[in-house]
């Protein structure tokens, strides 16, 4: 992974700007943003981990903790919440049996909030593993955690 | 008459995502004019044409060029900003998946302009297939020779609203948290690199294709005084139809809501409108026929922002609406200043408290204060984004806020949409326990 990242920080004047492609490529490798994860990221970029991860936890898609193999993300910013963004959120969280932030005990499936993901004007924008679904309406809920579990 | 169509042009019912279907419709035939012209020339163009900055602040594009830093022996650098996450809009996201080569064309006749060889588009990290779509576009403009011997590199975020933010941006694609710089310097003397950089949105950098396609002179007679050219607006919210729709600016809010986007569902009535993205101050239903441009929107006190229409019907409790609007930029700050950093939360630790009947008539008096507190007073505009709103919600629906105060509970205790404000603290996933 050490080569892969080098490659992508020869596109940049300066080594470090591949920081969030490193961050992303070491997360996809490793599930979230392990130790292990921080130190590849640092190697191949002549940075310290403690750099890196501090850089990391900046952003919201990064993940610093371990989380389920697929991730349902429900925006709940306003032009969502104002068509029923918290209904589909309850459908998402009675379906699944977790509350948002909660990761299934069988660790296949992560629920969270996020903020608004550029799809208001056919809300509720719902992205399942970092696909967007819109809109997204409570009765719909069912078959997209259906589909996740048969999934594999 | 006609809705002429500039950004989305071609697009009805077309693919355009291919360079072979760009090029029926006359694309990249512009980027060849443009470079058989002088670049002082095609910068002219963009000048006289007028356009304002479509990210949210509408300053001149052209004028922006002209302030770039001329024979410092370093490179120009482009930077398009593709990080679109002002809440209600979505705009950039439809030109990137609909018109990807009117962008690229932009972008290669705007570094034609200014002398750059080198062009970084920033594109939000969850907008996963538009940068799946101008990857494969960028493939195509490379394979057909069209990059000459510049450098195109698509660069994506991972999830920051601050990253929108132009120096918070550049600070984030040199590899640092995306925690916006002091201006000045400005970025067109010290932006990427400490070079010279012009930042420009998205849907202003895909204008410039027919800016060089109709003459700036003529681009310069759509739209109205001071607000030249269409918007691609997005609309949302409590209205029939929601979308992207490209329209000459000057169109008013009553065209855009009732004629284009069939009206509030089910006859409700129309309470509020926001018109420039969750930032920008609230207009009431008696403002429905005010003009959607620059000089307009100010006369009522509020801003074109992102051209971002967000529509809120009778059922919503605009204390709840603040509530959520606030913890978004308490959620978003960077925390590098305090007015910001400290503003937002106790925005948000009131506004809960008034919400839950549990405030003091004292505390929305202190609510206005902390607004003011942060109003001008932080280093980015986030704290004025966080604060303007909020304090026109106060100002224009202050019955609300004073019944939830004296009857010590939400008036909307019944409505449908009650808690419809989902809670923010349940975006960081916890940690799972074996
Ligand atoms: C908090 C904040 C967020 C912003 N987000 C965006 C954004 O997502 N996209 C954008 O183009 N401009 C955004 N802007 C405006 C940029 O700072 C900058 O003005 C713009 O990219 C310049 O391009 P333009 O002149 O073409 O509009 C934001 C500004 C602030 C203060
Ligand atoms: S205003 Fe807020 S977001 Fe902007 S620099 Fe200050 S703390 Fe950061
Ligand atoms: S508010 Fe949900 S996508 Fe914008």
Known sequence: MIDEIREIAAQYPDPKSAILPALRLAQERHGYLSPEAFEEVADGLDLTPAYCKAVASFYDMFHLHSVGRHLVEVCTNISCALVGAQQVLEAFESELGVRPGETTEDGEVTLRTIECAGGCGWGTVVAIDHRYREPVRPEDVPAIVQELRDAD | ?434
């Open chain 2, 1 to 434: 008459m006609p809705i002429r169509k500039i950004v989305l042009d071609g697009t009805n019912g077309r693919d355009l995502t291919q360079i072979a279907a760009y090029r029926e419709v006359g694309g990249y035939k512009q980027l060849e004019r443009a470079r058989s012209m002088e670049p002082s020339a095609v910068l002219e163009e963009i000048i006289t044409a007028n356009v304002r900055g479509r990210g949210g602040a509408g300053f001149p594009m052209g004028r922006k060029a002209s302030f770039l830093a001329k024979d410092t022996g370093k490179p120009v650098y482009l930077v398009v900003n593709a990080d679109e996450s002002e809440p209600g809009t979505f705009k950039d996201r439809e030109i990137m998946f609909k018109v990807p080569h009117r962008l690229l064309e932009g972008c290669l006749i705007t570094a034609h302009a200014i002398g750059s060889q080198n062009v970084f588009i920033y594109i939000r990290g969850e907008y996963l297939r538009e940068f799946e779509i101008i990857r494969a576009a960028l493939d195509q403009v490379r394979e057909a020779g069209l990059l000459g011997g510049l450098t195109m590199v698509l660069h994506r975020g991972a999830g920051a609203y601050i990253c929108g933010e132009e120096t918070g941006l550049l600070e984030s694609l040199e590899g640092k948290r995306g925690q916006p710089r002091s201006k000045p310097p400005f970025p067109a003397v010290q932006g990427l690199y400490a070079s010279p950089t012009l930042i420009n949105n998205v849907e202003t950098i895909a204008t410039v294709p027919k800016i060089i396609e109709l003459g700036g002179a003529e681009y310069a007679k759509i739209g109205v005084a001071n607000s030249a050219g269409t918007r691609v607006f997005s609309l949302s919210g409590n209205v029939v139809k929601g979308g992207n729709y490209e329209l000459p600016l000057g169109t008013t809010l009553r065209e855009l809501i009732y004629d284009i986007g069939g009206g509030i569902p089910e006859g409700r009535a129309l309470k509020a409108i926001i018109p420039g993205g969750s930032s920008v101050p609230v207009l009431t239903a008696a403002d429905v026929d005010a003009r959607l441009d620059f000089d307009s929107m100010a006369a009522a006190k509020t801003m074109l922002g992102s051209g971002a229409v967000i529509v809120i019907d009778e059922r919503c409790c605009m204390v709840q609406l603040g509530l959520r609007v606030a913890q978004f930029y308490m959620h978003e700050s960077c925390g590098k200043c305090t007015p910001c950093r400290e503003g937002t939360r106790w925005m948000v630790q009131i506004l809960e408290k008034i919400e839950d009947g549990r405030a003091e008539q004292s505390e929305l008096d202190l609510l206005l204060s902390v607004c003011d507190r942060i109003l001008g007073k932080c280093l980015c505009p986030l704290g004025d984004a966080a604060a303007m709103p909020v304090a026109s919600y106060v100002d224009k629906f202050r019955d609300e806020f004073q019944r939830h105060v004296e009857e010590r509970s939400c008036p909307f205790g019944e409505s449908p949409l009650e808690h419809v404000f989902a809670p923010v603290d349940q975006h960081v996933p916890q940690e799972v326990h074996a």
